[in-house]
Each structure stands twice: as structure tokens, then as C-alpha cells.
């Protein structure tokens, strides 16, 4: 059973819909404050599609995902006890975030720069941005240069080397598939 593969499979498919930005955008802007599912899922395979467009994908995706850490920052800021509390407790984020809580007393605005470059979950460092009244201005240039780093980088590493690199991914991908589900798990068991 290729489960993986047909993900892959479909994931191309939607990346050519004619609403595919805007799904992207969507997914950027709520990943960035409640959603679960990482953006690169879809921008990977958009950019895959549209290697001409890599660049202008990469930019939307990044300034869709700034507004949506503003928007989870604002849950944090304004909404904590109301949202953003169970948001985290949703995900199961409560120790992280008291972890969080001593990395932003320790480096500041650092963590966010940080956040926003790794698969981490944001939506953790945004809301905690807010929750610890982190300056709003500082938060946004910080998720700016973070979060353009990361989708500016899978956009080069995409179009540079998705054509060559394809074949050989699509080959592979239930090994792949598996391998970063496997690392997902021992990763979040390690957290906790």
C-alpha cells in the first residue's frame, strides 16, 4: 500500500487548481497561529509545479504567514486566557510553552527569528510572543527574516534541483514518507 506516493500524488494535483494560491495562503496564515499541517506540504509542490513562479510563491507564502503569526500573536496579546490557552493545550504545547517562556526571557526576540526559519511549530512561538507582550514591531521583523528564510530556501532548493530530484523523490517517497513520520513521533515522544 503507497500511501505516501498518493498523497504526493494528490498534492501535485491540487498545487496546479486554479484556487492553489489561495489555498496556500490560507494554510499559510492559519499555520502560523492554530493549524497543524506545515506550509511546505503545500508550497513544495507548487513550487515543483510552477518553477517559473518560485520566487513569487516563496514571497506570498512568507507574507501570509506573517500576518497569520500577527494573528496569533493578537490570540496571545489579547486572547490568551480564551484561545490561545486551549490552542496550546490542543496540541498538547503547555510545556513547551513554559519552556518558551524562559528561551523568550533568555534571547528575546531571537527565539522568533529562530521559530520562523525551523519546522517548529510556529503558532507556539506566536502566540507566546503575545502572551509575553514581546514589542510587536521587533515580532514582525523577526517573523519577516525567519519565515522568508525558510520558504526562500525550499523555493531555491526546489527549483534548482526538483526537476533532477524528482524522479529520485517520487522513487523513494514511501521510505521518505515513513522516515519523517518516524522522526515526527521520536521527536514529539523526546518533548515531551
Known sequence: MKIFT???????????????????????FIESSFFP?????????????????????????????????????????FLFDQAGRHILDFYQLQDQFV?????????GIW???????????YKLFTITSGAMSLGLVPF?????????????LIAVLVKWGGEKAEPLLYQH??????????????GYISLR
Do not use: C, N
Open 37 to 77: 499541517v506545515p506550509t511546505a506540504v503545500l508550497l513544495v509542490p507548487m513550487v515543483m509545479a510552477r518553477r517559473d513562479r518560485a520566487w513569487w510563491l516563496a514571497g506570498y507564502t512568507t507574507i501570509t504567514s506573517v500576518l497569520g503569526g500577527v494573528f496569533g500573536y493578537f490570540i496571545g496579546f
Open 173 to 186: 517517497m514511501e521510505r521518505i514518507g515513513w522516515g519523517v513520520l518516524i522522526l515526527a513521533v521520536v
Open 6 to 28: 498518493s498523497l504526493y500524488d494528490r498534492a501535485i494535483s491540487w498545487s496546479r487548481h486554479r484556487q492553489a494560491v489561495k489555498y496556500l495562503g490560507g494554510v499559510s
Open 140 to 152: 514582525i521583523l523577526a517573523s519577516l527574516v525567519g519565515r522568508s528564510s525558510q520558504f526562500f
Open 99 to 107: 519552556a518558551m517562556q524562559g528561551w523568550f526571557d533568555t534571547y
Open 111 to 121: 527565539v522568533v527569528f529562530l521559530a520562523g526559519l525551523t519546522p517548529i511549530p
